[in-house]
């Protein structure tokens, strides 16, 4: 599973980024040694390791397993499973906010990115129809927590003269482009849509491939 990253001062289910990922190593060390798929924890012990009462807890702990960090075991809801997603937690990346003036540098480097692989990467099968930003980038805040961008693409048209080892199929082409977008920056959040109007809204187009 891939590591996840947090930013410094953001909260996530109401804890602060850096408490986050404390807690839920404190957590993991309550059942070092125990095989994963019988690791189990306590509704106590769980608030107790987050720093928040009995109650608070259960409000904290139901957000968990509604997103999928912890598995309910007992319908009195005192036990709980530990998920892999709630371990990559303990393993969390903590960084600073991206400012908005760095992140609008790295959507002209993206543009200038999506404009030079449409002309260039002629042995993948696909090309960038457009990106467009959306998320906290259409905020007015001036440090982000991310950077989310929503990209469409298309089949690149046949070349005059086929040649040997181009992409296959879909997931090939768009598994490229992803790693060459996010290469630029480590806040970066790409998703693929069919359409532009699938793209979560509000959003602005800041690159458009031509057609």
Do not use: C
Request: proline letters at 7%; a neutral charge; aromatic letters at 6%.
């Amino acid at each position: 599973m891939r590591t996840p990253t947090l930013v410094h001062n953001r909260l996530y289910f109401g804890v602060d980024a850096m408490r986050l990922r404390t807690a839920t190593d404190r957590v993991l060390a309550r059942v070092v040694g125990v095989p994963a798929p019988r690791a189990t924890v306590g509704l106590h012990a769980l608030a107790e390791d987050f720093g928040v009462s009995p109650a608070a807890g259960r409000t904290l702990v139901a957000e968990l397993v509604q997103h999928g960090l912890l598995e309910r075991l007992s319908p009195s809801g005192s036990e709980y499973g530990i998920t892999e997603r709630f371990r990559a937690l303990a393993q969390a990346r903590v960084i600073p906010p991206l400012p908005r003036s760095e992140a609008q540098d790295v959507i002209a480097q993206l543009a200038r990115t999506a404009a030079h692989f449409n002309r260039t990467a002629l042995a993948n099968k696909y090309e960038i129809g457009a990106i467009a930003v959306h998320g906290s980038y259409m905020t007015l805040d001036a440090d982000l927590a991310d950077l989310a961008i929503g990209v469409t693409g298309r089949r690149r048209p046949p070349p005059e003269r086929p040649s040997a080892g181009r992409g296959t199929d879909a997931t090939e082409g768009t598994a490229e482009i992803r790693a060459l977008l996010e290469s630029h920056s480590s806040y970066l959040r790409v998703g693929f849509h069919q359409h532009l109007a699938d793209v979560p809204r509000p959003f602005s187009v800041v690159f458009q491939g031509d057609d």
